[in-house]
């Protein structure tokens, strides 16, 4: 029961209209023609309180995976013609939109640049920042992804020239070559502390080199971070599955919406992401959950996209300073009310905009929001689909942002005071530019004004630390004594790596007793970065809370419920690992603070380590204790590989962990010697199996146990499955829309599978038929292959005009539901999901509600092989 995902109305009236050549440097004539024409693509649904319209349209802007927004309005597009898993260059660009008069329509338009990929915008001044795939000129084969950096100093809405790298190989080319973008780098925003944020996928990377020339290397995805002129890069957190972007609020919380494994139903987590923590896909987020930090919520499946934090007084305050989340796979920007908790938050999700296919999401400072929406464009880009809308507050009056760089110091210290954080952002980048002598001493007294807004002296605070560099450490110092900012003035002290060594370690050791979680919590990760081994015994003293426990073995833990407690203690232990602190570790067994040395050992593979822990055992008559010891001896007989680049865990990893490619090491004798010996003296021979088991150790004395084989990217021997039954079930979509593509199939097979499936009982093929749900008589004329495969595989991703499930109440108590065929001022017709119809006296309808679901469930073709897939497909798409 095939239902086509793509508004069919708006595809014939691109067809219609006939698309030629819509690519101009400079303002289209036909572009307000265009605007009026493709109108009704829009958000489908939003709050009372905005006027949300049509910015732009497909010709200008087709398949629009990210997009960013100037302080002045300007809007640039990243225009990807590639998708997601397309390998053809040469079909990406950065779109600049213009609308002169501020009546929500593009006035002129420019190719700024052209990119291929393009994941990531951000525009600061003359400099736009953007973050793509690229491929190499000899081949056309990807060979890396880049953060580079263009300018516009004559402003003529093109780059001066060509880019400048910042950071290269900031992915996996192995894997961009095989799979394309799904899983890669992805946005990109900067914080009010001038780093710029990039949500890492879980290709992860391999020698990743920023300008300086420092290489760095992350298996699996998370957030790393890099100055803007390419230097300081460093992971900021780690653990996260496929994250595409992240919000950053006026205070440096910072929020992400990523995705579990495909085979545990790639499931949307909404976490707060805290600097240095782990959050552990895919080895530690199901059976070692005590170990990392949990996601605030799982809203169930979905795909998350673009991410904006609302930080602007414009705006009502019911959706002022709210994270906000995109989900392309829901079609929906959702807010996310959280309240704070500790060091962290609780949430609440509320959706918000609906939009088809929605992929990023941004705000000038002026008060007027973009969202771009991929709008049906398949996974490999369409030229006939993509849009972009504006949003605004119905009582918002438009007030042009100025052009700062004309601006005098005192201007830009009245624009750092704004409402609005884009404000504040444009104008500390624009006094980053000016001699510091020049702008400190105003600077200052807006950071020190106790008069003024947190979010105003915040931003000062991290404006004048980029400023005044070590020379402004005695004023921030002074900050610390100040509850309202105090634990910003600490995280401006940590901030930079190459200064950390001017940084007095007593402001440190002191919050760390402070009654605020949040300043506990900032004290912690700034001990860390600053180096110093004295800090390990203050880091040492934080308590592990009752929640610090492992889940059964074998069962899942709650890595999606919040666990405000744990967060001080595992930020102390990520810093006192960064510390590499193993003899204080090591002196702290069997103290009170033996809980967490004993966790934060878990991570030193180190001989002293090792050494440590038998030495403590063996002094022990504490039989809890000696248990614990031999617990984290177990955990350390092996440790993680190195990473190469040369692998990927695929869609659906192993999550057994504590290991996903796990070796021996050095002291793994040592440590296999210690543990059968005690094995031998102990009658709970089962404790041994457990350990053996739960860490892998595969030490066969202890008993053999079934191992999982690591799963590693490799290439598909389609001829071996394509016939196997139910492998359309097992795979993730983006395998499955890999293996179409090299599978044509038997057109004859799939017209018989069209009935099998129940395909018939919901569409027609003739127009001699019944007509039922959409039209599959010329589906092949209106969608390719791809966009027919995907509308299967994912029917809720955008569902047909006129072909939405309605649920309708009916006078004598009775329900109905499925999509309408027919309707005129007297009576309904609709049919359900069996195929059966109803006709509905208009006045016997009580009530009527358009449902965002589809009525083709998911999964349909689960138990179909590849083959048998493709058979289907090449069907369809010859029905024209």
């Given at each position: 029961?095939?239902?086509?995902?793509?508004?069919?109305i708006?595809?014939?009236?691109?067809?219609?209209?006939?698309?030629?050549?819509?690519?101009?440097?400079?303002?289209?004539?036909?572009?307000e023609?265009?605007?009026?024409?493709?109108?009704?693509?829009?958000?489908?649904?939003?709050?009372?309180?905005?006027?949300?319209?049509?910015?732009?349209?497909?010709?200008?802007?087709?398949?629009?995976?990210?997009?960013?927004?100037?302080?002045?309005?300007?809007?640039?597009?990243?225009?990807?013609?590639?998708?997601?898993?397309?390998?053809?260059?040469g079909?990406?660009?950065?779109?600049?939109?213009?609308?002169?008069?501020?009546?929500?329509?593009?006035?002129?338009?420019?190719?700024?640049?052209?990119?291929?990929?393009?994941?990531?915008?951000?525009?600061?001044?003359?400099?736009?920042?953007?973050?793509?795939?690229?491929?190499?000129?000899?081949?056309?084969?990807?060979?890396?992804?880049?953060?580079?950096?263009?300018?516009?100093?004559?402003?003529?809405?093109?780059?001066?020239?060509?880019?400048?790298?910042?950071?290269?190989?900031?992915?996996?080319?192995?894997?961009?070559?095989?799979?394309?973008?799904?899983?890669?780098?992805?946005?990109?925003?900067?914080?009010?502390?001038?780093?710029?944020?990039?949500?890492?996928?879980?290709?992860?990377?391999?020698?990743?080199?920023?300008?300086?020339?420092?290489?760095?290397?992350?298996?699996?995805?998370?957030?790393?971070?890099?100055?803007?002129?390419?230097?300081?890069?460093?992971?900021?957190?780690?653990?996260?599955?496929?994250?595409?972007?992240?919000?950053?609020?006026?205070?440096?919380?910072?929020?992400?919406?990523?995705?579990?494994?495909?085979?545990?139903g790639?499931?949307?987590?909404?976490?707060?992401?805290?600097?240095?923590?782990?959050?552990?896909?895919?080895?530690?987020?199901?059976?070692?959950?005590?170990?990392?930090?949990?996601?605030?919520?799982?809203?169930?499946?979905?795909?998350?996209?673009?991410?904006?934090?609302?930080?602007?007084?414009?705006?009502?305050?019911?959706?002022?300073?709210?994270?906000?989340?995109?989900?392309?796979?829901?079609?929906q920007?959702?807010?996310?009310?959280?309240?704070?908790?500790?060091?962290?938050f609780?949430?609440?999700?509320?959706?918000?905009?609906?939009?088809?296919?929605?992929?990023?999401?941004?705000?000038?400072?002026?008060?007027?929001?973009?969202?771009?929406?991929?709008?049906?464009?398949?996974?490999?880009?369409?030229?006939?689909k993509?849009?972009?809308?504006r949003?605004?507050?119905?009582?918002?009056?438009?007030?042009?942002?100025?052009?700062?760089?004309?601006?005098?110091?005192?201007?830009?210290?009245?624009?750092?005071?704004?409402?609005?954080?884009?404000?504040?952002?444009?104008?500390?980048?624009?006094?980053?530019?000016?001699?510091?002598d020049?702008?400190?001493?105003?600077?200052?007294?807006?950071?020190?004004?106790?008069?003024?807004?947190?979010?105003?002296?915040?931003?000062?605070?991290?404006?004048?630390?980029?400023?005044?560099?070590?020379?402004?450490?005695?004023?921030?110092v002074?900050?610390?004594?100040?509850?309202?900012?105090k634990?910003?003035?600490?995280?401006?002290?940590?901030?930079?790596?190459?200064?950390?060594?001017?940084?007095?370690?007593?402001?440190?050791?002191?919050?760390?007793?402070?009654?605020?979680?949040?300043?506990?919590?900032?004290?912690?990760?700034?001990?860390?970065?600053?180096?110093?081994?004295?800090?390990?015994?203050?880091?040492?003293?934080?308590?592990?809370?009752?929640s610090?426990?492992?889940?059964?073995?074998?069962?899942?833990?709650p890595?999606?419920?919040?666990?405000?407690?744990i967060?001080?203690?595992?930020?102390?232990?990520?810093?006192?690992?960064?510390?590499n602190?193993?003899?204080?570790?090591?002196?702290?067994?069997?103290?009170?603070?033996?809980?967490?040395?004993?966790?934060?050992?878990?991570?030193?593979?180190?001989?002293?380590?090792?050494?440590?822990?038998?030495?403590?055992?063996?002094?022990?008559?504490?039989?809890?204790?000696?248990?614990?010891?031999?617990?984290?001896?177990?955990?350390?007989?092996?440790?993680?590989?190195?990473?190469?680049?040369?692998?990927?865990?695929?869609?659906?990893?192993?999550?057994?962990?504590?290991?996903?490619k796990?070796?021996?090491?050095?002291?793994?004798?040592?440590?296999?010697?210690?543990?059968?010996?005690?094995?031998?003296?102990?009658?709970?021979?089962?404790?041994?199996?457990?350990?053996?088991?739960?860490?892998?150790?595969?030490?066969?004395?202890?008993g053999?146990e079934?191992?999982?084989?690591?799963?590693?990217?490799?290439?598909?021997?389609?001829?071996?499955?394509?016939?196997?039954?139910?492998?359309?079930?097992?795979?993730?979509?983006?395998?499955?829309?890999?293996?179409?593509?090299?599978?044509?199939?038997?057109?004859?097979?799939?017209?018989?599978?069209?009935?099998?499936?129940?395909?018939?009982?919901?569409?027609?093929?003739?127009?001699?038929?019944?007509?039922?749900?959409?039209?599959?008589?010329?589906?092949?004329?209106?969608?390719?292959?791809?966009?027919?495969?995907?509308?299967?595989?994912?029917?809720?991703?955008?569902?047909?005009?006129?072909?939405?499930?309605?649920?309708?109440?009916?006078?004598?108590?009775?329900?109905?539901?499925?999509?309408?065929?027919?309707?005129?001022?007297?009576?309904?017709?609709?049919?359900d999901?069996?195929?059966?119809?109803?006709?509905?006296?208009?006045?016997?309808?009580?009530?009527?509600?358009?449902?965002?679901?589809?009525?083709?469930?998911a999964?349909?073709?689960?138990?179909?092989?590849?083959?048998?897939?493709?058979?289907?497909?090449?069907?369809?798409?010859?029905?024209?």
């Amino acid at each position: 029961m095939l239902k086509i995902s793509y508004a069919i109305i708006s595809t014939f009236l691109m067809l219609l209209l006939g698309v030629t050549q819509p690519w101009s440097e400079h303002t289209s004539p036909n572009a307000e023609i265009w605007s009026r024409a493709d109108s009704l693509r829009n958000a489908s649904s939003w709050p009372a309180e905005l006027n949300i319209s049509n910015f732009a349209s497909a010709d200008l802007t087709p398949s629009p995976a990210c997009l960013a927004v100037a302080p002045t309005g300007e809007v640039y597009v990243g225009v990807d013609m590639i998708g997601s898993l397309g390998k053809k260059p040469g079909n990406g660009r950065i779109v600049k939109l213009v609308d002169t008069n501020n009546d929500g329509k593009v006035d002129k338009h420019t190719v700024y640049a052209s990119v291929d990929n393009p994941r990531g915008i951000l525009s600061v001044g003359d400099k736009l920042y953007v973050l793509h795939t690229v491929f190499s000129k000899e081949t056309g084969i990807a060979s890396g992804m880049d953060l580079v950096v263009f300018e516009d100093k004559n402003q003529d809405g093109v780059a001066d020239g060509p880019s400048s790298p910042l950071i290269e190989h900031v992915s996996s080319p192995k894997f961009l070559q095989s799979r394309g973008t799904d899983h890669a780098t992805n946005g990109i925003r900067m914080g009010i502390d001038g780093w710029i944020y990039i949500a890492v996928g879980d290709f992860g990377f391999h020698n990743a080199t920023d300008r300086s020339g420092k290489k760095m290397t992350m298996l699996g995805g998370g957030i790393v971070r890099v100055r803007p002129d390419g230097t300081e890069m460093e992971v900021y957190t780690h653990g996260m599955r496929n994250i595409y972007d992240v919000a950053i609020d006026p205070f440096m919380n910072i929020f992400a919406r990523g995705n579990t494994n495909d085979g545990g139903g790639w499931n949307i987590r909404f976490s707060n992401q805290i600097q240095s923590g782990e959050y552990g896909y895919p080895v530690l987020f199901k059976h070692f959950t005590d170990e990392i930090i949990p996601a605030l919520v799982d809203v169930g499946g979905g795909s998350g996209t673009g991410a904006l934090f609302m930080d602007d007084d414009t705006w009502p305050a019911q959706y002022n300073q709210v994270p906000m989340m995109a989900d392309w796979g829901r079609n929906q920007l959702y807010i996310h009310r959280v309240t704070a908790d500790g060091p962290s938050f609780t949430q609440k999700e509320e959706e918000f905009i609906k939009l088809a296919q929605i992929t990023d999401v941004d705000i000038d400072a002026s008060g007027r929001v973009y969202l771009s929406a991929w709008d049906g464009a398949g996974y490999s880009g369409n030229p006939s689909k993509g849009f972009v809308v504006r949003a605004v507050p119905k009582n918002w009056t438009y007030k042009a942002f100025p052009d700062l760089k004309k601006a005098s110091v005192k201007n830009l210290i009245t624009a750092l005071k704004s409402g609005g954080g884009a404000a504040r952002l444009a104008a500390q980048q624009e006094l980053l530019t000016r001699p510091a002598d020049k702008t400190l001493k105003s600077i200052w007294e807006v950071a020190a004004d106790t008069k003024l807004s947190k979010a105003v002296r915040v931003a000062a605070i991290f404006t004048y630390a980029q400023a005044a560099g070590t020379k402004g450490f005695d004023n921030l110092v002074k900050l610390t004594s100040d509850s309202d900012v105090k634990e910003f003035a600490l995280r401006a002290l940590a901030d930079r790596k190459p200064w950390v060594d001017a940084a007095p370690i007593a402001p440190f050791l002191q919050a760390m007793k402070d009654a605020s979680p949040r300043v506990q919590l900032v004290a912690e990760v700034g001990l860390g970065r600053l180096g110093r081994i004295e800090a390990a015994e203050e880091l040492l003293k934080v308590a592990v809370p009752a929640s610090f426990k492992a889940p059964a073995l074998g069962t899942e833990g709650p890595h999606a419920t919040p666990n405000s407690p744990i967060i001080l203690p595992h930020i102390a232990v990520r810093s006192l690992v960064s510390l590499n602190a193993v003899d204080a570790c090591v002196k702290a067994i069997g103290t009170a603070n033996s809980t967490l040395a004993l966790w934060a050992l878990r991570y030193m593979h180190d001989p002293k380590a090792v050494a440590g822990l038998i030495k403590a055992y063996e002094a022990s008559n504490d039989e809890a204790l000696k248990t614990q010891i031999l617990t984290t001896l177990s955990r350390l007989y092996k440790k993680e590989a190195d990473y190469d680049g040369s692998w990927w865990w695929s869609t659906r990893p192993d999550t057994h962990g504590p290991y996903y490619k796990a070796i021996t090491w050095e002291s793994s004798d040592t440590i296999k010697e210690f543990l059968l010996a005690e094995s031998k003296k102990m009658a709970d021979k089962q404790f041994f199996i457990d350990l053996n088991s739960r860490h892998r150790m595969e030490i066969p004395e202890f008993g053999k146990e079934e191992v999982a084989t690591v799963k590693e990217e490799v290439k598909i021997d389609l001829e071996k499955i394509k016939n196997k039954k139910g492998q359309v079930g097992e795979a993730s979509i983006e395998d499955v829309m890999l293996a179409m593509a090299k599978i044509q199939g038997d057109a004859a097979v799939g017209k018989t599978l069209f009935t099998q499936q129940g395909c018939i009982a919901c569409h027609s093929l003739s127009k001699s038929e019944t007509m039922k749900g959409p039209f599959m008589g010329q589906i092949g004329s209106i969608m390719t292959r791809e966009q027919i495969a995907e509308s299967i595989l994912k029917p809720n991703a955008s569902i047909s005009q006129g072909f939405s499930s309605v649920l309708i109440t009916a006078k004598r108590n009775k329900t109905y539901s499925g999509f309408v065929t027919e309707e005129s001022a007297s009576r309904l017709v609709l049919r359900d999901i069996t195929g059966q119809v109803y006709t509905i006296k208009t006045a016997d309808i009580i009530s009527r509600k358009e449902m965002d679901t589809s009525m083709m469930p998911a999964g349909l073709v689960n138990a179909l092989s590849y083959e048998e897939f493709a058979s289907l497909l090449t069907f369809l798409s010859q029905q024209k």
